[in-house]
C-alpha cells in the first residue's frame, strides 16, 4: 500500500519507482540521444582543436617565424574551427531540446490520462493548486532535466576528461596532476549539496502550488470576498503566500550560490597552480611558451563546465523532486476499476439494492444504512429527504463513483460492480447538483457525448429541458461562449442546460439530482409535464427537496440519516401522515401544489402551478 501525504491509502503498482519515468523515455529514445551525444562528442573534440590553433602561433611567435600570411593563416584555422563547432552543437542542442519537449508531452499526457482514471474520492481535501503545479511546474523540471540536464551532463563529463587527457599527454603531465588536484573537491561538495538543494527545491515547488492555491482560490470566489468585504483579507493572505513562496526560493538560492562559490573557489586554486608552477616551467624551458598559453586554454575551457556542475546537480535534484511527486501519483491505481467485467453493451434499467450500507473513506458513520429497494425498468423513483439524509450518496453508488459494497447494487439481474464503466456511465443521464458547465460554446457544453449529435437533436433537448428559447435570444445563440463555470448564465439557465446536455444522451436510467431547484416554479411543472413522455420506457430517478418533483413517481422514499424511513406512492405517504406528509403540508403552506389532470391518454399530470407575481 502507498499512503499519500494526506494519509489516504492507495495501491502501488509493482514497478512504480520515480526512477522509471526518465528511464522508459530514455530507453525509448536511445537512438535519438545516441545521435546527440554524438554530436555532443564532435562538438567538444573541435573545441579541443583550439588550443592547439593558439600553441602553433604562439610557438610561430617565439621562434620569429610569424608572419602577415602565418598569422592570417592561424585566423582562418581558428574562424573554421568556430563555425564548425557552433554548427554541431546548435545541431545537438536543436535534438535535445526536442527529446526534451517529447519527454514533457509524453508525461503531461500520461498525468493527465491517469488523473481521468483516478476515482472521485482522490479529489475531495486536494488542493487545485497542488494539481496545476503537478501540471505545469514539476513537468517544466522533468523537460529541463531531459535537455538542458542531459546535455549538460555529457558535455561536462567529456571536456573534462578529454582536456585533462590533452593537458596531461601534449603538455605536461605532472602540471596537470597538480593543477587536477584540488577538482575531486568538487565530488565532495556535490554530495555535501546535494540533498540540501533536493530539499529546498521540494519546498519551492510546494511553496508554488500554495500560491496557485491562492490565486485560483481567489478567481473563483471573487464575488464572495467581495460581497463580504474581504479584499484587505485575501491581500494579507496573498502575502503570507508570497513571502513563503519567495522564502522558500530563498533557501534553495543560497544553497546552489554556497555551492556555486565553493566550485569558483576550488577552480581558482587550480588556475593559481597552473600560473605559478607552469610559468616556472615555461621560464626553465620544460614547456614552451606555446605550451603554456595552450594550457592555459586548456583550463579556461573547463571553468565554465565545472562552474556548470552546480547548476546540472541542481536540475537533476529539481528533477528528482518533481518526478516523486509525478510519479507517486501515477503510482496509485484507481480503487473503481472494470475486474472481471460482463460481457454487457446495453442496459434496460431494472435495479434491485438489497441491504446497501455504506460509509465514506475515513468516516465511522454511515453515509447510507441497510437500503433495500426494487426499481423495477422503466418506473420513476421519488427520492426526498433532508440535507445530508443520504439522497445524493445514493446517486453516486449508482455511478461508481465510489464503490458500494459487492453485490448490494445489481442493475438488469448483473452485480454493478461487474458491469463495465463505460457502459454504466454511457447508459445513466445524469444531471447533477452542482450544474458544471465548461468555459466554452453552450451547443459544445449540451453535445458533450463521445459520439456528435445533429443540430435538430441538440435543440430538441434543448427545448425539453426549456432553454432553447432563452438561448435563441442570445446574440450568438448556441454559439454563445459561457465564462468559467458558466457564470454568463443564472442558476435556472445552467440546470436546464445540464439538463439538456443528460436528456440529448438517451439514456436507460435517467437520474435527476436536485437538477430544478433554482428554476421557477411555472417552468418546473412545465419542465415535468414534457418529461413525462421523455422518461416513457426510461428507468428515473429524481431527486429532490420538493414534492412537487416526486409526487407522481411509481414509488417515493424519504431518506434520513442514510435510512428510508418511509416508501409508497405520493397518496399513500400522505396518507400515513408521516414525514413525508408533514413535508408537504409545510411546502403547500409556502407554495400550492399543482392539482393533478389527466390527459388524453388518461395519464394524470399537474395544471399550472399558482404563483405570485
Known sequence: MYRDGRGEAQVLKPEARWERLFREHFWQNRGGYAFAFVLIIGAVMTQLLIPKVLESFADAYAAGTLSPLTALEHGFWLLLVAVLMAAIRIASRLRLYHLGRKFERSVRSRLFAHWLRLPAEYYQGRRIGDLMAHATNDINLLREKANFGVMMLVEVIFLVSLSMVMMGVTVHPLLTFWVLLPLPLLSLAAYVFRRRIQRHSRGVQE??????????????????????????????????ANRGNVEANRRLIQSSAAFAAMSSLIVGLSFLIALTYGGWLAMEGRITLGQFIAFHTYLAQLIWPIESIGRVINVFQRAAAAEQRIAGILAMEPSIRDEEALPVRTLKGHIVIRDLTFFYPGNSRPALHGVTLDIPAGSTLGVVGRVGSGKSTLVQLLLRLFDPPPGSIQVDGMPLERIPLAV?????????????????????????????????????????????????????????????????????????????????????ILILDDSLSAVDADTETRILQDLRRYRSGRTTIIVSHRISSVQDADQIIVLDEGRIVEQGTHDALLAAGGVYAQMAARQQREEPLPEKRLDGAGRSFHGKRHTSG
Request: proline fraction near 4%.
Open 424 to 508: 454504466l456511465r454511457s447508459q445513466i443521464g445524469y444531471v447533477p447538483q452542482d450544474n458544471f458547465l465548461f468555459s466554452t460554446a453552450i451547443y459544445d457544453n449540451i453535445d458533450f457525448h463521445p459520439v456528435s449529435h445533429t443540430e435538430a437533436e441538440v435543440h430538441g433537448a434543448a427545448s425539453l429541458a426549456h432553454i432553447h428559447e432563452k438561448i435563441m435570444q442570445f446574440p450568438r445563440q448556441y454559439g454563445t461562449l459561457l465564462g468559467e463555470r458558466g457564470v454568463t448564465l443564472s442558476g435556472g439557465q445552467r440546470q436546464r442546460v445540464c439538463m439538456a446536455r443528460a436528456l440529448l444522451k438517451e439514456p436507460s
Open 207 to 240: 511553496a508554488f502550488a500554495d500560491l496557485n492555491t491562492r490565486v485560483q482560490e481567489f478567481c473563483s470566489g471573487i464575488q464572495v470576498i467581495k460581497a463580504f468585504v474581504q479584499e484587505p483579507a485575501e491581500l494579507a493572505r496573498y502575502e503570507e
